[in-house]
């Protein structure tokens, strides 16, 4: 499941002058949707590249200059009907304005609008979600039972939005039943609590890795090789770096160059990942060769405790150097390794802390990720391959 965060930006907000502050807040932020009037569509593109959802269809009254706006990217039915309680909601659904919008519409995708007053619009919701690509829920005196409910019986139907005030709030929908809602619709002016809220959609998307230690078996000279600098457009933590190693079932964790030497500054942007034959972990649990990284794509960043994040390429530096080779058992005891440039500002993490690999010792443990799964193109896959 990808989560989303939606930004609300419409006349309920305020005038223009109000909601452009909001939208430009989520732009920076970086908020996937922003749901707007009709009126201010061409207005929200104007202000940067976002998806942009729009307030229309049922019995919303459009104005001649709404008409002439262009397409939003998803029309949402139940502002000023039946989902927020303007119009009443019929005793036959077969009659409902709202539903009968939805179930016309053309090849754009539909959302639905609706406030859950009581266990009414609660059971309206779910008829809602039967026709709509989109639903957006907002509660009015309620947070958990409501969501509780409608995530366990709407099911992949649509995605559900849950409407929340603050970062907090968020979490907790994002959290619900162990699964939650795709996405939530935010409602703040508060451009700190709309970067949190994004903030918070990053970290439940993101992996957690079980990484252990392996013990070191060998720590010998090779010869030269290209070897791989990745240089990354975020700056890492004292306890961050980055998963690689020559067999995709094993990789080793390798510190970013946070530390001060004798011998350079710290480069804390850097991981001296090792060979061109190697492979790197990216987002989402694939593997990457060291060789095929270039500017723009995406790497992935562990700390010692198997949180991860996302990092850009941004130069990818290939250079003959000296190296090493690891070779470590892991508790199952299958053998590992990896290539690594022989140099004293590339650390391992050991049971012991961070240590050079110049300093490595047989007997050492050192911290890795390991699954004993067969890969091809990067793709975990349920065959047998031999890797020595």
């Keep these: ?56 269809g049922g019995d919303v009254h459009v ?19 039946e989902g927020d309680g303007t ?30 007053l009581d266990t009414e619009y609660e059971t309206f919701a779910e008829e809602v979600a ?14 958990i039972i409501p969501l509780e409910n409608l995530i366990a019986r709407i099911g992949e139907e649509t995605d559900l939005i849950a409407g929340v005030r603050s970062a907090e709030e968020a979490r907790t929908a994002y959290e619900t ?14 451009p700190d609590e709309i970067r949190k809220t994004v903030e918070v959609r990053d970290e ?39 998963l690689v190693g020559s067999m995709s079932r094993g990789l080793f964790f390798v510190h970013a160059e946070t530390a001060d030497s004798p011998y350079v500054a710290s480069r804390p942007f850097r991981v001296n990942a090792g060979a061109v034959h190697a492979y790197v972990r990216s987002p989402g649990g694939e593997t990457s060769y060291l060789s095929e990284l270039k500017s723009g794509d995406e790497v992935q960043i562990v700390d ?23 070779q470590a058992e892991t508790e199952s005891g299958d053998r590992i390794e990896t290539l690594i440039q022989n140099a004293e500002t590339i650390k391992l993490r050991t049971d012991e802390g961070r240590k050079a690999v110049t300093d490595l010792e047989v007997g ?25």
């Design 130 to 143: 039967r026709e709509a690509e989109y639903t957006i829920i907002i509660g009015s005196d309620w947070q």
């Design 177 to 190: 039943l162990e699964i939650g809602a795709d996405a939530v619709l935010l409602d703040t002016d508060d």
């Design 87 to 116: 119009v009443e909601l019929p005793s036959d659904y077969s009659g409902s304005a709202d539903l009968s919008a939805l179930r016309r519409g053309d090849e754009m995708p539909y959302g639905g609008y609706v406030k859950i």
């Design 204 to 242: 439940v998307e993101r992996e957690t890795l079980d990484l252990e230690y392996a013990e070191v078996l060998t720590v010998e000279q090779t010869g030269s090789a290209d070897r791989v600098c990745i240089d990354t457009g975020s700056l890492m933590d004292h306890d961050e770096g980055m």
């Design 1 to 56: 499941m990808t989560r989303a965060v939606w930004l609300k930006a419409d006349d309920e907000v305020g005038d223009w002058e109000q909601r452009k502050k909001r939208i430009t807040a989520g732009l920076e932020a970086g908020v996937d949707w922003v749901l707007v009037d009709q009126a201010d569509v061409d207005r929200v593109r104007e202000l940067g590249d976002v998806n942009v959802a729009a307030f229309g």
């Design 63 to 81: 104005m001649e200059a709404e008409e002439e706006a262009s397409d939003p990217d998803a029309t949402i039915v139940g502002k000023d009907g």
């Design 304 to 326: 010692v405790n198997g949180n991860t994040r996302e990092a850009i390429v941004g130069r990818s530096k290939i250079e003959k150097r000296p190296m090493f080779r690891v």
């Design 364 to 388: 050492d443990e050192v911290l890795i990720y390991y699954e004993d799964t067969a890969r091809h193109f990067g793709e975990a896959v349920e065959e047998s391959i031999i890797e020595k």
